[in-house]
């Protein structure tokens, strides 16, 4: 294949990208690499509650429906990329719930008129929504947030129930980080799948972000793991992939990253039911990953120049 929309039509893998949405509007060069190279794509930030609803009740389509119609002009899928988060939430929300202004019961009518609102607003125009993200913390636990305090563990069948509701073609899924390896983090999802599985609540979907970092061993068990999900009938998606390294860059870590990237790539490729391969930014250009981790970076597969790194001609290689 020579480039990711031809190794995407091979693999049958929708191969994707999170998509910066300044960039998307002011850079030429950054927008036709985005709509050559993929056939899916995730928001970054567009669609998440403080990018939609900044202030209550006054709602911001603008940037998330420059993507969504992007993404149609370019024959390119769409992740829904959040509903349900801990991070990222409007001010009036987390302030109305810290002061006792917005109470439980109004919390989950907030939340019901959310996920109705903007799974309502990109019907049939999204293939799958995170409608769940990072819903289980690092030690195995569920996540202290205030769905979990405010309204107790049923608010993530009552998420699913409504999206589908808004939605019923879109994929439901449950998305979280160092879900490739973290074996706390494995067992809680996957009670929490079986028990909605029992409960008929309708999810479709194991999001696997894929955040890794060449200074870590590559979790070796992530095909292994995959299939744990899949074989409760669930389809899987590599959501948010990126590679970080502590800088500086050297052959010798591009080498390693590449390795990374091409074997998450296979473990999708492997297993029947991963259907998509999404990349969290394919330029070092626009990545989180200097923002968020000290000193690390370079964990994309283009450089800032746009010019292909060795893991974007590794992954051309991925059968
Ligand atoms: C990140 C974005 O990339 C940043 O631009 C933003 O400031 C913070 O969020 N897991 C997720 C993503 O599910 O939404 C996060 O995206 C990265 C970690």
Not at 118 to 126: A, C, S, T
Not at 183 to 209: C, E, M, S, W, Y
Not at 236 to 256: F, N, Q, Y
Request: with cysteine; aromatic share 10%; net charge negative.
């Amino acid at each position: 294949p020579g480039d990711l929309r031809e190794l995407s039509q091979k693999l049958r893998i929708h191969m994707g990208s999170a998509v910066d949405v300044t960039a998307l509007a002011g850079e030429a060069d950054y927008r036709a690499v985005l709509n050559r190279e993929f056939t899916h794509i995730t928001a970054e930030n567009a669609m998440k509650w403080e990018s939609v609803e900044p202030q209550r009740g006054v709602y911001t389509w603008d940037d998330a429906d420059a993507i969504v119609r992007n993404a149609q002009r370019n024959r390119q899928n769409v992740r829904g990329h959040t509903l349900l988060w801990h991070n990222q939430l409007p001010a009036w929300l987390t302030e109305g719930v810290a002061d006792g202004s917005i109470d439980a019961k109004e919390l989950r009518k907030i939340l019901r008129e959310h996920i109705l609102t903007e799974v309502g607003r990109y019907r049939g125009k999204v293939r799958a929504w995170d409608v769940v993200n990072e819903v289980v913390d690092d030690d195995g636990a569920m996540r202290q947030s205030i769905w979990l305090t405010k309204l107790g563990p049923g608010y993530i069948a009552d998420a699913f129930r409504w999206a589908h509701q808004a939605d019923p073609h879109a994929k439901l899924y449950i998305n979280d980080y160092n879900l490739e390896w973290n074996t706390a983090k494995i067992d809680t999802t996957l009670g929490i799948v079986k028990d909605l599985k029992a409960k008929r609540v309708p999810i479709h979907g194991i999001g696997f972000q894929g955040h890794l970092g060449i200074q870590y061993d590559y979790p070796g068990d992530f095909p292994s793991v995959m299939r744990t999900f899949t074989d409760l009938g669930l389809e899987a998606a590599i959501t948010e992939a990126d590679v970080r390294m502590v800088l500086p860059v050297t052959p010798e870590k591009l080498a390693t990253q590449a390795d990374y990237y091409t074997r998450m790539l296979s473990t999708c490729a492997g297993n029947p039911r991963c259907v998509e391969f999404t990349v969290w930014g394919y330029t070092d250009r626009h990545s989180w990953v200097p923002g968020f981790f000290d000193g690390e970076g370079a964990a994309c597969i283009l450089d800032e120049n746009l010019a292909a790194k060795p893991a974007y001609r590794a992954l051309l290689g991925v059968r």
